[in-house]
């Protein structure tokens, strides 16, 4: 069977670029990551209570996080590193006790890969790092954030992921081919050892995973991602030059287990590594240029 490649010609492929950047960069910072409004109704809500909840929580969380334990109204200390991720009761009734949240701060958004447990609290001390070390260690990672001003107070949401996934491989399965970004600078390495899994770029904010593609994804999606990924890979010696790598999945020892990426529809993850038997390169990229190179 021939080996199924990704074609596209340099005109093509420049408006792809151009569009990933306006819907992933320009568009992106024009707006909330999240529609806090769609999610949570403060309308419903009391100015009493908001405000009573504002000020109270500008005591409780500012003083919760000393003593390094996460130690809720109930006397149960929640792990600080979590090895699986509770369900979205248990998780809201460990934040609950934890930062005496009530029960409209807490939302759930359904995508294609999962659900998302939308937390709102005020913006004020060290929310937000607080209560991302407790999700982290329910088990729940940071997807996006947002934020809304109400009755000139600053409300801010953050949406979290679970860590810890079902298994899929079976439903992968049906692809042929996979697809993996990396930087030029990465590959002589990977032709050799293969893919290991890594959690380096600040895009993520997981435990080390390997994160791959779709075979069915569209073109345009599929060189948006890579343009997020060099957006955010701020080493020195990234220079704009990515890889694009065919995984071929009847090399791929069938005990590897594969999740759903709940960062992007279009995804999936490993947590072990790939060899290199399985991966070919077949398209190089600047990003900063704005064109093709060779490998």
Not at 59 to 81: H, P, T
Not at 128 to 135: D, E
Not at 142 to 159: P, T
Not at 217 to 224: G, H, K, M, R, S
């Amino acid at each position: 069977m021939e080996k199924e490649v990704i074609k596209i010609n340099e005109e093509e492929l420049t408006e792809i670029v151009k569009n990933a950047i306006y819907e992933n960069v320009i568009k992106p910072q024009q707006i909330d990551y999240i529609d806090i409004s769609s999610l949570f109704n403060f309308d419903s809500i009391p100015d009493e209570e908001l405000k009573a909840q504002y000020i109270d929580l500008a005591f409780v969380v500012s003083s919760s996080g000393y003593g390094g334990k996460f130690m809720g109204a109930n006397g149960k200390i929640l792990k600080e590193e979590a090895t699986s991720t509770l369900s979205i009761e248990e998780t809201r009734r460990q934040i609950q006790s934890k930062f005496h949240f009530k029960d409209w701060q807490f939302a759930t958004q359904n995508g294609e890969n999962g659900v998302r447990l939308v937390i709102l609290y005020p913006g004020i001390l060290r929310n937000t790092k607080l209560i991302k070390q407790a999700m982290s260690a329910c088990g729940w990672s940071l997807a996006v954030k947002g934020y809304i001003v109400k009755n000139k107070m600053v409300w801010k949401a953050m949406s979290f992921d679970p860590i810890f996934q079902e298994d899929v491989s079976s439903e992968v399965r049906q692809y042929e081919y996979l697809y993996h970004w990396t930087p030029l600078y990465n590959y002589r390495l990977i032709a050799k050892e293969g893919l290991k899994p890594k959690s380096e770029n600040s895009v993520f904010d997981y435990p080390d995973r390997l994160h791959l593609i779709k075979g069915n994804t569209p073109q345009d999606e599929v060189i948006a991602i890579g343009w997020q990924l060099c957006a955010s890979n701020k080493r020195l010696k990234n220079n704009g030059d990515y890889v694009l790598l065919s995984i071929n999945m009847s090399m791929v020892p069938s005990n590897t287990e594969i999740y759903y990426d709940p960062r992007y529809d279009c995804g999936y993850y490993t947590k072990v590594s790939i060899p290199s038997t399985a991966i070919t390169p077949i398209f190089a990229y600047n990003f900063k240029k704005k064109q093709r190179i060779n490998i």
